[in-house]
């Protein structure tokens, strides 16, 4: 097996999502553009997404990473909103676009219209969120589409399941959908409930870092290969399981979580970019198997769906929002005013990624009589004009339509205040229990040892509180900042002896390492008492 290709494909997409971070255009959109555009250059491998790589092996760890970075307390505070569209809206887009395209397109085949509007109907939230993110929605928004993105590849693929059965010959019926959806959805909320306690136990039985964070790369891939292994859904697995073990991270050593945290942004960066790249690079494949349909035509299909893709969304998402607000005396108690700004960035937001593209390429080229899968370079074109469709598009006008609709952003002050007032609160009690220890003689401490530890409980006190004060009028730095910058030059200046020490054979490289770690830890809890 060659490598490189593969190597290089991680390499470039890691470097354009690297200089993507020097624009202003979200690093999936900047990804997906020079994917396109290498995908016809010279000497570039020709690169094919292989739905039994992207399902069971790169989902997985992207669905992970962000179920862990997710709150189960402000998913459960929104359910309502993020089943209504990682379930209700997934299944009306599958009815209404397949319908409506199979109407629009001569010779399409209903069943074949119903497998294309179940493979493009969950939006990828990926891009959307680094986009909400990098503009500041309000965070709920942020909220409901990472919770809709975490669950909806769920409904997508069992709706195509259902929808491919009837297509390629074994039949369907509406019960046997309602039942193969029960099972996957209760089937792997149910196996990830089974796991999550064990697997939790055995992260903080185990004594070593590296064993357990080597156990959170491998926790992903168990959950879905269980999952799917009894006919459940892996994606449920792994979003229960990653949300229990994320809830319940404080419960793992320090040192376990700063590698973790590291290792899965690695994971997730090197993922992403790859993905989004894979996308571009997709367009020579969808283009050559146009079959009896010219690109003219197919263009012209293609457009006609981006259109209705986009359209149902604001069909499904305004009155899912008003309905149950108008319905329910009990929600407009609980949300007491309905912007109507928000159902139309939570609509407009619903762009397409790479689950699309994978269910597409995994359907099959005959069915079981033995004729060719029908339209299926059709299907798989729209899929990929949708995708791109709908990151370019909407992706590039959302920052700008964020900007317009002027939607509160996130209160720094207020965050600030309510942080300075949770860490004085946990920092008396820390100061209290310190005193309570040291009225024991069995932890006496020599009195610059026990200024120190006093110091650190008040420098973590009152780190927060400078936050909300002005910049310093000469430099024009905020206390953080000169904090952090006397922090940095004081170790840089340690760090220098100990490796000129070294250099001098006074030390050796072993101990040199154990040294510059302590630095490292030490100028990186700095740099967390006044960012987090």
Not at 74 to 94: E, H, K, W
Not at 340 to 364: C, E, K, Y
């Amino acid at each position: 097996m060659d490598v490189l290709p593969l190597v290089g494909l991680i390499a470039a997409s890691a470097a354009v999502a690297g200089a993507a971070r020097r624009t202003p255009v979200p690093a999936p959109l900047l990804l997906v553009a020079v994917g396109l555009v290498a995908s016809y250059l010279p000497g570039v491998p020709q690169y094919t997404l292989d739905p039994h790589i992207v399902l069971p092996l790169i989902l997985p760890p992207l669905l992970h990473t962000a179920a862990l970075e997710s709150s189960y307390l402000d998913l459960r505070a929104n359910v309502r909103p993020v089943a209504l569209l990682s379930v209700g809206y997934v299944l009306f887009a599958t009815v209404a676009v397949g319908w409506l395209a199979y109407e629009l397109i001569p010779d399409l085949p209903l069943t074949a219209a119903l497998v294309l509007g179940a493979v493009i109907a969950p939006p990828d939230a990926v891009a959307a969120t680094a986009i909400a993110r990098r503009v500041g929605l309000p965070a709920r928004i942020t909220t409901i589409l990472q919770g809709e993105s975490l669950v909806n590849d769920a409904t997508a693929i069992t709706a195509y399941k259902v929808a491919l059965a009837a297509a390629v010959g074994e039949g369907a019926s509406w019960a046997g959908g309602i039942r193969e959806f029960l099972v996957a959805s209760v089937g792997g909320v149910g196996v990830g409930l089974v796991l999550m306690v064990p697997l939790h136990w055995l992260r903080t039985h185990l004594k070593e870092a590296i064993l357990q964070n080597t156990l959170s790369l491998l926790i992903p891939f168990v959950a879905y290969a269980a999952a799917e292994q009894v006919g459940a859904s892996g994606v449920l697995a792994v979003v229960t399981v990653a949300l229990y073990l994320g809830h319940h991270a404080w419960q793992v050593d320090f040192e376990t979580r700063l590698q973790e945290a590291a290792v899965w942004k690695v994971v997730a960066f090197i993922l992403e970019s790859a993905v989004f790249a894979l996308i571009g690079l997709q367009l020579p494949v969808v283009l050559k198997d146009l079959g009896e349909y010219s690109v003219g035509q197919a263009f012209g299909y293609a457009l006609a769906v981006f259109v209705l893709v986009v359209v149902m969304r604001f069909v499904w998402s305004y009155p899912a929002t008003y309905l149950p607000w108008c319905l329910s005396k009990r929600i407009r108690e609980r949300e007491k005013d309905s912007d109507w700004r928000r159902p139309l960035v939570v609509s407009w937001a619903g762009m397409r990624g790479v689950v699309s593209l994978a269910i597409a390429f995994s359907i099959p080229l005959f069915v079981d009589d033995g004729s060719r899968f029908p339209a299926r370079s059709l299907v798989l074109f729209l899929t990929f004009t949708t995708v791109i469709g709908t990151l370019v598009v909407q992706g590039l006008s959302l920052p700008w339509l964020i900007k317009i609709l002027k939607l509160p952003g996130r209160d720094t002050q207020a965050e600030t205040l309510a942080e300075a007032q949770a860490q004085n609160a946990a920092s008396q009690a820390a100061e209290e229990r310190v005193n309570e220890l040291m009225e024991d003689e069995r932890n006496c401490l020599p009195e610059p040892l026990e200024d120190r530890l006093r110091t650190v409980l008040e420098r973590r006190r009152n780190s927060v509180w400078e936050r909300l004060g002005h910049a310093n009028p000469v430099t024009g730095e905020s206390a953080d900042d000169t904090y952090r910058r006397l922090t940095r030059e004081a170790i840089a200046a340690e760090r220098e002896v100990f490796v000129r020490m070294r250099d001098e054979r006074r030390i050796d490289d072993e101990m040199m390492r154990t040294l510059l770690r302590k630095l490292d830890l030490e100028e990186a809890a700095a740099y967390r008492e006044v960012d987090d």
